[in-house]
């Protein structure tokens, strides 16, 4: 996944509308270095839409923009994910223990009763609550904003 695909994929989980990043967005004033000035319109939306690419001294104000840390910005859906770990793990032998365990989650599901599926759902959900904030946490402090 692409980040200007992912930063769309965030707007609309979040109830958003482009037009709402982009007031979001320019409110911060983010500057590029080679001009000095703020993106225009057309030129935030190009960004959005994948036709021009995105300047990496614009991901910060990007991810304060749509209150996440910049890391999530290059993070892949779940689905996304799921598809090419199993991919991965048909193409290598040592795979680390993390993925082993996932492996073993995986195959274990089968076995699993709904409310002992919605039970790990729910302490997966709150692990990655917790990463996330630590990660916007840690971001906010590397850059300042």
């Known amino acids: 996944m ?5 930063i769309n994929s ?9 037009k709402d990043f982009l007031e979001r967005f320019t409110a911060l004033e983010p500057r ?4 000095g000035e703020i993106p225009s319109v057309p ?4 960004y959005l839409n994948g036709t021009r690419e995105i300047k ?3 991901i910060p104000y990007m991810a ?3 209150e996440v840390s910049e890391q999530e910005l290059f993070l892949d859906d779940s689905a996304e994910f799921l598809k090419d770990f199993i991919k991965k793990q048909g193409e290598s032998e040592n795979a ?3 993925s082993k365990a996932v492996v073993k989650i995986i195959e274990l599901c089968e076995y699993a009763s709904t409310p002992m599926l919605e ?7 709150q692990n990655k609550q917790a990463s996330l904030k630590n990660m916007k946490r840690m971001s906010g402090l590397e850059f300042g904003l």
Do not use: P
């Open 2 to 6: 692409q980040i200007y695909e992912r």
């Open 10 to 18: 965030i707007i609309k989980s979040k109830g958003l509308k482009k």
């Open 32 to 35: 590029l270095k080679s001009t």
């Open 43 to 46: 030129t935030i939306y190009n």
């Open 56 to 58: 990496a001294e614009l």
């Open 64 to 66: 304060k923009a749509l």
């Open 96 to 98: 680390g223990e993390k």
């Open 119 to 125: 039970r790990l759902i729910e302490i997966l959900e």
